[in-house]
């Protein structure tokens, strides 16, 4: 029986988290989809797909992605839009109780209604209302394990976990800041590092 040889290298493994630091309040930032995120941090289950979907975000300020997804570059959108009075009351949203069961399907049919009603009114924003921050995660990470192997307290970490937090500005500019830590076998270290 033959055994193949595996590299510490070979078992890394980096995620990537993006936050939203919102300074318009008590505007919310619209925020169009960011491609291959989760919104919130959270994977849809098969039942949660099948209702309607966001393609616009103004309730969410965590996006998180796939393990070692690091692209080149990404273009975040975002725009400021209605305070929270304003969009409930324009938009005759009332949000239902929260339920124990998320499957629940009147939970979610409810949901969904708000989800496009909120959609709407984002898109109706003119093109001019719109910002766009440019990024470029895999240079991030790079800069990370960098750093991190000179910092590496006594071992070779397995992992990066990249915090990049795009701060919105009152006057809608964006500042962007990369926080990361690393991990290994023996657990993570959670002093992050600028």
Same mark, same amino acid.
């Given at each position: ?13 980096? %995620?990537?988290? &993006?936050?939203?630091? %919102?300074?318009? *309040? $008590? ?22 797909? +099948? *209702? ?22 990404? =273009?975040? !959108? ?6 929270? !009075? !304003?969009? @409930? ?5 009332? *949000?239902? $109780? ?9 939970? %979610? %049919?409810?949901?969904?209604? &708000? *989800? ?5 009114? /984002?898109? +109706?924003? $003119? ?5 766009? =921050? =440019?990024?470029?995660?895999? !240079? ?11 910092? #590496?307290?006594?071992?070779? $970490?397995? #992992?990066? @976990?990249?915090? /990049?937090?795009? @701060? ?18 023996? #657990? ?7």
């Amino acid at each position: 029986m033959a055994f193949s040889q595996v590299s510490c290298a070979d078992m890394t493994s980096s %995620n990537m988290e &993006i936050g939203i630091d %919102n300074n318009l *309040y $008590p505007n919310l930032s619209a925020i169009r989809a960011i491609p291959n995120s989760r919104p919130n941090c959270e994977s849809l289950t098969k039942e949660e797909k +099948k *209702y309607y979907q966001p393609r616009n975000f103004s309730l969410y300020s965590r996006f998180c992605f796939d393990e070692n997804y690091f692209p080149d570059t990404m =273009v975040i !959108e975002y725009a400021k839009w209605k305070t929270s !009075e !304003e969009y @409930e009351k324009e938009l005759n949203i009332v *949000y239902p $109780p929260q339920v124990v069961d998320l499957r629940d399907p009147d939970y %979610n %049919n409810t949901m969904g209604i &708000i *989800y496009k009603k909120i959609d709407d009114d /984002i898109d +109706k924003l $003119p093109a001019s209302a719109w910002h766009k =921050v =440019v990024i470029h995660p895999k !240079e991030m990470l790079k800069e990370a394990k960098q750093h991190q192997r000179l910092k #590496g307290k006594g071992y070779l $970490p397995s #992992g990066t @976990e990249l915090l /990049i937090t795009i @701060e919105i500005q009152k006057d809608g500019s964006a500042k962007v800041k990369t926080d990361y830590h690393w991990f290994s076998a023996i #657990g993570s270290m959670t002093d992050w590092a600028h």
